[in-house]
């Protein structure tokens, strides 16, 4: 059974950064494509960033790019999302996810989740 848990959320003000992580309790982290999605009250689910296993490649939503970055450190079974420039509309609770030997940017790719971090930004 996979387990996925974030830390990292707060209430910052807007142009703050916040670093999020997510640790998976797994054996070969390394097999699994990892993302990060979010959702804000009243809102679906969607799609924010996600890397390949390796790390080798990388996408974003449009609406971050230039702000956030997705890494993952595999000797620690361990995916990060730095979120740099924060602003109100990013406000939502942010959740990992994780696919054994996939990766993209569909929610339905994803079938390991964490229970989400709350982010909070003021202006």
């Known amino acids: 059974q996979v387990q996925l848990e974030e830390s990292g959320g707060g209430l910052v003000q807007a142009g703050d950064s916040l670093r999020l992580s997510c640790v998976a309790s797994v054996r070969t982290f390394s097999n699994y494509g990892m993302a990060w999605f979010r959702q804000a009250p009243g809102k679906e689910r969607d799609f924010v960033a996600a890397v390949s296993g390796n790390g080798g490649t990388i996408s974003y939503v449009d609406s971050v790019k230039g702000r956030f970055t997705i890494s993952r450190d595999n000797a620690k079974n361990t995916v990060y999302l730095q979120m740099n420039s924060l602003k109100p509309e990013d406000t939502a609770v942010y959740y990992c996810?994780?696919?054994?030997?996939?990766?993209?940017?569909?929610?339905?790719?994803?079938?390991?989740w964490g229970q989400g971090t709350q982010v909070t930004v003021s202006s």
């Open positions: 996810a994780a696919a054994w030997l996939r990766f993209g940017r569909v929610l339905s790719t994803y079938n390991y």
